[in-house]
């Protein structure tokens, strides 16, 4: 589903409705991939998945998976996070449960808002999006 122009002009107002519009989540990911810092989104994205997982064994297979890739330092899509938050998850790794990538998802969250977030708005990506699905709504 095409975006409508309200909602590409409230992802400009806060990046929480960028982030909760599929959409818009899609394009920030294509943005994000320009910018070779794709992996942010796709480790939050596997953390919210986590969020939803009730099953404990399945819970352990897919906190593994994320840490294998994003948190693991051997890994080619490796997340940056501090220290302080890295030592959290391997403590939490001999127990996973649904949020144990919390503060790292957080962290995550973050430095997207404050780093890339800017920059999306002023991407390219954005500014033709937003143009065409303004110009497409003034022709309707």
Not at 8 to 31: I, T
């Amino acid at each position: 589903a095409k975006p409508t122009p309200e909602e590409v002009q409230g992802w400009a107002q806060s990046f929480d409705k960028l982030m909760k519009s599929p959409a818009g989540r899609n394009v920030f990911r294509e943005f994000l991939r320009t910018e070779y810092s794709e992996e942010n989104m796709l480790f939050w994205l596997a953390c919210e998945e986590l969020k939803t997982e009730c099953n404990k064994h399945t819970i352990d297979e897919k906190a593994r998976i994320i840490y294998e890739d994003y948190i693991s330092i051997l890994s080619p899509k490796e997340v940056s996070l501090d220290s302080r938050v890295r030592e959290v998850i391997n403590r939490k790794m001999q127990e996973p449960s649904s949020h144990t990538f919390d503060d790292a998802q957080l962290q995550i969250y973050t430095l997207m808002h404050r780093d890339s977030y800017p920059r999306f708005l002023n991407s390219a990506i954005y500014k033709s999006l937003l143009q065409s699905v303004s110009h497409s709504s003034s022709e309707s």
